[in-house]
Nanobody, 132 residues
Framework: QVHLVESGGGSVQAGGSLRLSCDVS????????MAWFRQSPGNEREGIAA????????YLADSVKGRFTISQDDAKKTVYLQMNNLKPEDTAMYYC?????????????????????????WGRGTQVTVSS
């Protein structure tokens, strides 16, 4: 019903930029919250950005606020994560995810932000490596 494929990862030096893409295929009538998570070895999966369904508002975790932006194309076929001023601590596997029926605005966030358990569909991830 929902198929997500990430691309755009790679290796970059600190201060550089990358744009991740998530090709979205949805065959339901549900409006999904689309999000990006990341996970580095030994750490929990962190929700860093979300695009609420039916809205133009977005969520960005404090760790990426001011450097990353999330957006989608008009056809809602691709979700982007623009990453600027990358830091070595941004090194991680980045995942695209979709959640239906949980997140509609910042009011629906957990005290810590996004919870991966609320997301039903996941891509396989794309690796981002930032060197100092």
């Amino acid at each position: 019903q929902v198929h997500l494929v990430e691309s755009g990862g790679g290796s970059v030096q600190a201060g550089g930029s990358l744009r991740l893409s998530c090709d979205v295929s949805i065959h339901t009538n549900i409006d999904y919250c689309m999000a990006w998570f990341r996970q580095s070895p030994g750490n929990e999966r962190e929700g860093i950005a979300a695009l609420y369904p039916g809205e133009t508002t977005t969520y960005l975790a404090d760790s990426v606020k001011g450097r990353f932006t999330i957006s989608q194309d008009d056809a809602k076929k691709t979700v982007y994560l623009q990453m600027n001023n990358l830091k070595p601590e941004d090194t991680a596997m980045y995942y695209c995810a979709a959640s239906g029926g949980v997140y509609y605005s910042d009011y629906d966030l957990h005290p810590y932000g996004l919870d991966s358990a609320d997301f039903d569909y996941w891509g396989r991830g794309t690796q981002v490596t930032v060197s100092s």
